[in-house]
């Protein structure tokens, strides 16, 4: 078969893959993005005992394979069947969809966590001093100053982050989630067909892609009141693209 | 419970530091593989002939851009669609071959490694002090000295810390050969849960051998990095 026949036959498969992996992708940056500032102020403000077990977390997601901590969850949980039906927690455990999440979710967290640490870290000392001397309380200075402040840091390393999960949303295939690289798997193990395996690479591009440009666009915004100061003639000249 | 990793015929121990034998074989035939991939990628992008710019830019943004799972697969089956058809065209009444997973293994995540390796070495490249360079034309170096004895030896120092993070990540990458039936770490472990029934334990188990892994590099990595800027002096 050509490719495009392939396309054309298996396309509503490869689409409902692509809905899968940015539901997973999505789904695990967006419970870690809800954890991580807490984390991340820990991190920052806490006794070093108090940060040992933040610590040993983070060190744990980033040295041990993402695959392996997938396996943990998924097929480790097999071993507390028993307690885990008293408490009611197996049928989210027995479901490939919930373990690959919860797995993304606690990897993503980890190396979130540590990226907005370093954006925390960035903030100007005399901005926080200058919400201090106006009377701003600690959480007010955090929600207006230290944390807009921080995630214009982070970022850039934010959306890397973002896509490094995207790649690794396709381990979800291993244990049975039809995202697009299980979708692809399936096809392939149907047609031998190798040129499947090129629409799968072209749909992963297509979504970094995609990703790529949202998120440089929310960055300009982020940071639209510093264009303004620092480009001044830019806004005389029509507005194109400022970053390569 | 420490008899099933116990040594022999009683537990797995031996079992998983077969396994643990490939994991750590398969890393390091597959980094220099990666690096020469990486130097190759990194001075095409930096040639002056566009069409090179371009393959070079086009390999490393399209490897950085997939999933290494995907990239193992199209090497594993791609490789071994392309042998069978060369060795028919060759030699029609062979008997088709497969392509081993081992040398799938080296050559994907080589691939992977190479693609982020090129961009680390670029970056080191362009963070040379240019005044080198030019003192060196100044005394009348040629262009192939300047760079064998200045640009090069100083590479190092500049691309140690990139270079360090990539082995991290090509190490625990090694895990998804055992989605290729290689039997490394990952999957001696769950041949010895297909026995035992002990999944837990044994993932366990092959996290926390991961684990001491990375951080030993993260150690040795410090430790070369320390040795590579021993002549500089701190700001």
Known sequence: MNPLEILAQYWPRLLDGTLMTIKLTLLGALIAALVSPAFALIRVHASPMAQAPLRLYVSFMRGTPILAQLFLIYYGSGQFRPLLQDWGLWTFFRDPFNCALLAFALNSTAYQTEIL?????GVARGEIEA???????????????????????AWPALGNEVILLMKASALASVVTVFDVMGRTRQVFSKTFDFSVYLWAALIYLCITAVFVLLWRQAERRLSRHIGARHQAPATVQPLKETRA | MFELFSYGDAGWGDEILRGLAITVQLAIVTLPVGLFLGFLAAAASMSRLLPLRLLGFGYTTVMRGLPEILTLFVVYNGAGLLINAVLQWWAPEAAP??????AAGVVALGMVFGAFAAEVLRGAFQSLDSGQAEAGRAIGMTERQIFLRIRLPQVWRFALPGLGNLWINMLKDTALVSVIALDDLMRMTKVAVGVTKQPFTFYLLACLIYWAMCVLSELVLGQMERRANRGIRRA
Not at chain 1, 134 to 149: E, K, N, Q, Y
Not at chain 2, 97 to 102: A, L, M, V
């Open chain 1, 117 to 121: 640490r370093g954006g925390i870290l």
């Open chain 2, 97 to 102: 071959t497969d392509f081993s997973p081992f």
């Open chain 1, 131 to 153: 919400a201090k001397a106006i009377g701003m309380s600690r959480f007010t200075a955090l929600r207006r100053v230290v944390f807009p402040h921080a995630y214009r840091i």
